[in-house]
């Protein structure tokens, strides 16, 4: 007796053939997805209780970076301002703007601002901001350019995956130190100079390809 | 991290329910092991004489190679470590497991949570967000500070060093100390002032109290009684005796459990007054130790074991040591680097005392000898030659247990020996209130009993009606008093009878001041602002004194300016920073033994010892502070509950101690339940068998059997406080100890984590079998004939035994070296790690399940004879092999070799599958069965460093080198672009080691201590033969007997090579 249809055949054959497609088509829709800015937060403007424009104070003032963000040569951290880095001009100006209201109230209430993190690391993540600096990589190299956000947000994908790129070969993108906090430099147009000032800063810098587990995952 | 949690825990289901197919289901068997029966110590000898043991051992379990222990061995955890408590069926099991596999995909659905960046609004000035700051304070126990540096991440205090400046400290800290920080942050403190069981107001207790005293003052303060425990703060005295000259009637008294009873009465008797003894061990060539633990216990012990450790430390150019005699009933960390230990019972080491005296002209000449045992004879004989041979550079210590009489003849025998102003120094006191504690408390309580005291206000966390003598019946007596008043931390046993409860603020939140042994005074600054609104003792006393609002601040503040001469805000801001007040050590004082006071003592020495031997079958029972939590104070500080006592390894519980000789004659076996009476007294204990302990001696720590001291403290233990009365306050002759059968659960971690080397399997009497050990240990004599004795029979295996090509380290070559010669296995360098690493407790029943998560460990090894063993200490953490067992089996590379050395554990990759462990001979790798980890508590949050992962459950960890100070220190030379200073990178367990046994570093660099050591002849590393290659190595042990003692034919004998 026929138990199976004599369709059953094809159908065995058409989908044992077809999972490889099927499983090849999940793999790239998981892998698109682990990599979409919907994981990552890559490009995705976040809500702040102040909308505070880099692109303002950077771009249109040319208020240096470490002018609120301190530590960053020092520490891991590259520091928030406190509000009387903010209240230290807008005392002065604007001192009426509406917008400004939640950094004035919490100047005269002693309470702090509460900020939407934007570049989160996961918590097993250390990452270090004064070392980066000292081997002379560029803010706009993990920020962006920050002089070009009118709201902050997160210019990179800050996986794993796009922090060893540059941990591979550090050459790549390493700039004179001078130039960490210039974000609008670049590097010199002709390529083989290119090549050397950048063999020469590896070497003066004393940079080194770092992928041991334990420089970031402690 | 959620993404990973469901195949974690679906790897762990399957794992468990493998093992749930192999045998019973684990809740069962575990009722199996509760219920059996307690090993019997006639076995254990009956079954050595059938064959010989190990000569290093860890248990009487190992010695009689019991299944159970074999077992033990054999496996990376404990049975039953690896299954659920609860009894999940099989069918659950599938269930689960086929449930998390179909979930686990929504798992990595989840983004990460928004998180919040909150900058102050005004930023302090020195604080550098991501950067912790040092404050020098000081931390006190039983009133004497410890200078220490206390360090803070962004205002959260989250770990205790010690203060290299400070001389009782030098860099170095207890136990107690690294603990600190978990007592600060206890939810279980106290939180709130009480009336009566009902929350009450700071104001309504300043009006009751004031009240009071108003009544009072017409009568001079009649009635009003103020109870402390030993303190030593200047200002805090300058306070009482204030209000006491406001109200002259008034009085202060003082007990403290576990303080210089004895000491304080045999300074009377020899010097007439009360005096300060300190020792300076730097100078101390032969050292003879009674009964004393004074290396680990005791004000000064930091700095003594560093004096001591520096004069034992053997290297090429200095092949000398001293030489350390122990005469101990029970055995102390000092004995485990003693160079000759014997047993006596207490009565019989205050024999020996006299003997010695006798033998140096001391106390009269008895006609007939003191001693019987011809063994302590030839001792007395050979010691007092050797002590005499080094008169000024010898030193003889007797422990505060020893009787006044016989402290008085230690004191004289110093004296005869000429130790006074070189190894022995005396001062004025250091305590504020230097009165006998005993006679203080029991005139309290006699005026309570007579309805005479109207106030009694108790400060800074005593608890008499824990802690007094039971003979003293302090509670009844509190009952008639008019308005009691308790200040502390916890709420407590006496807390529960008082009026009123005031939390007390903790040393880490609070202004004060203390002394240290030699005097020295440290300012207490605060690290936070009181957690639960604490006050400080000086606030409880300026509230009496009408300033209820004066801070701790303005308080210690005034107090210095009346002190401090000149410029007092330099000179104050000066003594912050260095964290001591300068030239306030105390200066040594010329004194003699009064005459006739040695004779006296002999006279009364001889009394007790005739009367002890009438009785020769009499069990004594020692009383000593526990060596974790003390007196009871630190109860509910489970980092000091869990970590393993140092000599017997238990967690959670004491136990009465007993050696195996009397257990046997006792009819008592091991973890047996029995009954201890003394006058009358009963107190239900277990029998704990401690190889080492004197025949005829039980030892019972104090501080257990709590009955208010919170969740996981209360009911714990058994209560010596029970049996302690007042004319017996350390050891109490002719107890009475009935066996009660069945078996007390005790969770000791001596058979975890065992190491298999191979030794075993060799006959004994081979010379293999000693380069085998993993303890290895030579004599003086050996070292300077042949530096390379041990050399010689090293297994290490060819450098190019390995299928991959060697790794050149370019940059840093990370190592460790750790000396045995000098661990005392105080264990210090546990809890540092600890406090350091963010490690959990996991609590009693997980630590009978083998789960402990301690990074390093200390193992404790008894060597030869059961009865009358050496005992020998060797801290095991993670080895970092060159070729790691545990790397090549982990399935997913989460355990790698970094670039620089180390064996990375990378917890975000971990999936739990446990390879990594079960393939490590040494057993240092620990799982998170559970978790352990306090994520939710915002307080105990706050304790954790931020510079490591707290991990959870599911994942492996282990030592790691502390990479976070490594990464540190290497980004901070980077960043001032050189390279790391030799020796300025430590570990937390080097850190806090008070003998400098632990040293860490740069292979690559030659100025690195490590880099030294590991060239010294007596490095070699732990089952070498295995050819993992491990960084971390030891410094074999090396000891200085006496060859009037132990011949060296003997030795060889012995095998002690």
New interface residues.
């Given amino acids: 007796m026929q138990i199976f249809h004599r369709s059953t055949n094809t159908v065995a054959k058409v989908s044992i053939f077809g999972s490889v497609f099927f499983l090849a088509f999940f793999a790239w829709v998981?892998s698109t997805l682990?990599r979409s800015s919907?994981?990552t937060?890559q490009g995705v403007v976040?809500k702040q209780p102040v909308p505070f424009s880099h692109d303002h104070h950077v771009a249109g003032l040319g208020i240096d970076c470490r002018y609120c963000h301190t530590?960053v040569?020092?520490?891991?951290?590259a520091?928030?301002?406190?509000?009387?880095t903010c209240m230290n001009c807008h005392r002065q100006i604007w001192t009426n703007a509406d917008l400004l209201e939640p950094v004035r109230s919490?100047?005269a209430n002693?309470?702090?601002?509460?900020?939407?993190?934007v570049h989160?690391l996961?918590?097993?993540v250390?990452f270090?901001h004064?070392?980066h600096v000292?081997?002379g990589i560029g803010c706009v190299t993990c920020h962006g350019q920050v002089d070009r956000m009118p709201i902050m947000f997160q210019q990179a994908s800050l996986q794993m995956e796009w922090c060893l790129e540059c941990h591979r070969d550090p050459s790549r993108y390493v700039r004179p130190r001078e130039e960490v906090f210039n974000l609008n430099w670049q590097p010199p147009v002709d390529k083989a100079e290119a090549q050397a000032m950048r063999a020469r800063l590896v070497q003066e810098y004393?940079i080194?390809s770092m992928?041991?587990?334990?420089?970031c995952?402690? | 991290m959620t993404r990973k949690r469901a195949s974690e825990f679906l790897m762990h289901s399957v794992m468990a329910s493998v093992n749930d197919g192999k045998g019973k289901c684990g809740a069962e068997a575990c009722r199996c092991q509760e219920t059996g029966e307690p090993l019997d110590i006639s076995e254990v000898r009956a079954r050595l004489q059938e064959k010989k043991g190990p000569e290093f051992w860890r248990s009487l379990e190992e010695l009689a190679a019991t299944p159970q222990f074999e077992e033990m061995m054999h496996r990376e955890f404990p049975r039953y470590a690896s299954e659920w408590p609860e009894g999940v069926s099989r069918r659950g099991f599938l269930q689960l497991a086929g449930a998390s596999l179909a979930l686990a995909g929504l798992a990595g659905c989840t983004t990460q949570p928004e998180e919040k960046i909150v900058p102050y609004v005004r930023q302090p000035e020195q604080i550098v967000p991501g950067k912790p700051l040092y404050f020098a304070t000081a931390l006190t126990l039983n009133g004497y500070a410890l200078g220490v540096l206390a360090e803070s991440h962004m205002g959260r205090p989250t770990k205790i060093e010690g203060n290299p400046d400070h001389p009782a400290s030098l860099g170095a800290t207890d136990v107690f100390s690294q603990a600190a920080v978990l007592t600060l942050y206890d939810p279980q403190r106290s939180q709130s002032i009480i009336k009566a069981g009902r929350i009450s107001t700071w104001s309504g207790f300043v009006s009751e109290a004031g009240a009071v005293l108003r009544a009072a003052q017409a009568l001079g303060g009649e009635g009003v009684r103020i109870l402390t425990g030993t303190t030593t703060s200047p200002t805090l005295a300058a306070q009482i005796q204030g209000f006491l000259t406001a109200f002259p009637r008034a009085r202060w008294h003082r007990w403290e459990p576990a303080g210089h009873h004895h000491g304080h009465a045999a300074a009377m008797r020899a010097f007439g007054r009360p005096v300060e003894t300190r020792y300076d061990f730097s100078k101390a060539a032969v050292i003879l130790a009674l009964d004393s633990d004074v290396l680990t216990c005791g004000p000064a012990s930091v700095r003594y074991s560093a004096d001591f450790a520096a004069n034992r430390r053997v290297r090429a150019d200095r092949p000398e040591m001293n030489r350390l005699y122990c005469v101990e009933s029970s055995p102390t960390n000092a004995s485990t680097v003693a160079d000759h230990r014997l047993q006596l019972p207490p009565a019989e080491v205050e024999a020996f005392t006299l003997a010695l005296a006798q033998a140096l002209g001391v106390g009269g000449g008895g006609a007939t000898p003191v001693l019987n045992d011809p063994k302590a004879q030839t001792w007395v004989q050979t010691i007092a030659q050797d002590l005499r041979q080094h008169a000024g550079r010898s030193l003889v210590v007797g422990d505060e247990h020893l009787s006044p009489a016989c402290q008085v003849l230690i004191h004289a025998v110093n004296q005869a020996l000429g130790n006074i102003g070189t190894t022995v120094l005396y001062s004025e006191p250091v305590q504020a209130n230097p009165v006998p504690d005993l006679a203080s408390l029991s005139e309290l309580v006699r005026d309570m009993s007579a309805g005479r005291v109207d106030l009694l206000l108790m400060l800074d966390g005593v608890n008499p009606v824990y802690t007094a003598p039971a003979d003293l019946g302090f509670a009844g007596a509190l009952q008639k008093v008019g308005l009691r008043v308790h200040h502390g931390l916890y709420e407590d046993e006496t807390s529960a009878l008082c009026h009123w409860h005031i939390p007390a603020a903790h040393e880490l939140e609070t202004w004060s001041d203390a002394r240290s042994f030699d005097g020295t005074v440290s300012i207490i600054q605060p690290l936070i602002e009181p957690l639960y609104q604490g006050k400080s003792a000086h606030e409880m006393m300026a509230a009496l004194g009408n300033r209820p609002d004066a801070t701790g601040y303005e308080l210690v503040r005034e107090h210095w300016q009346t002190l401090m001469v000149g410029d007092f805000e330099g000179a104050w801001r000066r003594a912050l920073h260095d964290g001591f007040v300068p030239n306030t050590q105390l200066p040594p004082i010329a004194l003699g033994v009064n005459g006739g006071a040695a004779q006296q003592a002999a006279g009364e020495v001889l009394a007790m010892v005739r009367r002890a031997r009438s009785q020769p079958d009499a069990v004594t029972l020692c009383f000593r502070p526990d060596p974790t939590i003390w007196d009871g104070r630190f109860a509910s500080n489970t980092w000091l509950q869990e970590l393993p006592k140092p000599l017997t390894k238990l967690t959670w519980d004491n136990a009465l101690l007993v050696g195996p000789a009397t257990a046997e004659r006792l009819g008592v076996g091991h973890e047996e339940p029995v009954e201890v009476s003394w006058k009358g007294r009963k107190l239900r204990a277990a029998v704990w068998v401690l190889p080492g302990q004197a025949a005829n001696t039980a030892t019972l720590t104090l501080g257990y059997g709590r009955t208010l001291a919170g969740e996981f403290a209360s009911e714990r233990g058994f209560n010596a406080y029970a049996l302690r009365t007042s004319d017996a306050l350390w050891t109490a002759p002719g107890v009475e100890v009935r066996g009660l059968g069945g078996r007390y659960l005790f969770a000791a971690t001596q058979n975890h984590h065992v190491m298999e080397s191979g030794a075993e399997e060799i006959p004994l009497a081979s010379r293999e079998a000693q380069t085998r050990q993993v303890v290895r240990v030579g004599t003086l004599e050996e070292y300077r004939k042949n530096p390379d004795f041990l050399q010689d029979h090293r297994e290490e295996p060819e450098p190019d035994m390995n299928m991959y090509p060697n790794w050149e380290y370019a940059g840093h070559k990370w190592g460790m070296a750790i000396d045995l010669n000098v661990c005392t296995g105080c264990s210090s360098c546990v809890i540092a790690c600890q406090a350091e690493n963010n490690i959990p407790v996991v609590g009693k029943e997980q630590v009978l399940a083998g789960r402990e998560m301690h990074w390093l460990r200390v193992d404790r090894y008894f060597y030869g004879d059961m009865d009358e063993p050496a005992i020998h200490n060797q801290p095991v953490p993670c080895m970092h092999c060159e070729t790691a067992p545990c790397e090549v089996v982990c399935p997913v590379a989460a355990t790698v070799h970094s670039d620089e050395g180390l064996n990375d554990m990378v917890y975000n990759r971990c999936v739990g599958t446990r390879y990594c462990s079960n393939n490590c001979p040494y057993k240092v790798r620990r799982f998170n069965f559970l978790r352990y980890s306090d994520r939710e508590n915002p307080v105990m949050r706050m304790l954790y460093n931020p510079d490591v992962t707290v991990r959870m459950r599911g994942v492996m960890e282990k030592c790691t080198y502390c990479v976070q100070r490594i990464e540190q220190a290497k980004i901070e030379s980077k960043v001032e672009n050189h390279r790391i200073p030799p020796n300025k990178l430590q570990t937390a367990c080097q850190q806090a080691c008070p003998t400098r046994a632990i040293v860490f570093g740069d292979m690559n660099g030659p100025d690195w201590h490590v880099t030294q050591w590991k060239a010294d002849p007596l490095n070699y590393g732990l089952l070498e033969e295995l050819n993992t290659r491990p960084r971390t190595t030891y410094l074999a042990k090396l000891r200085n007997p006496n060859p009037l003692l132990e011949p060296a034919e003997e030795r060889t004998e012995h095998g002690h090579s």
């Fill in positions: 998981f682990l919907y994981a937060g976040l530590s040569e020092t520490s891991g951290f520091g928030i301002p406190p509000t009387e919490s100047y002693d309470e702090p601002i509460q900020w939407t993190r989160d996961p918590d097993f250390y270090n004064a070392i000292a081997k004393g080194r992928t041991s587990c334990s420089v995952h402690r």
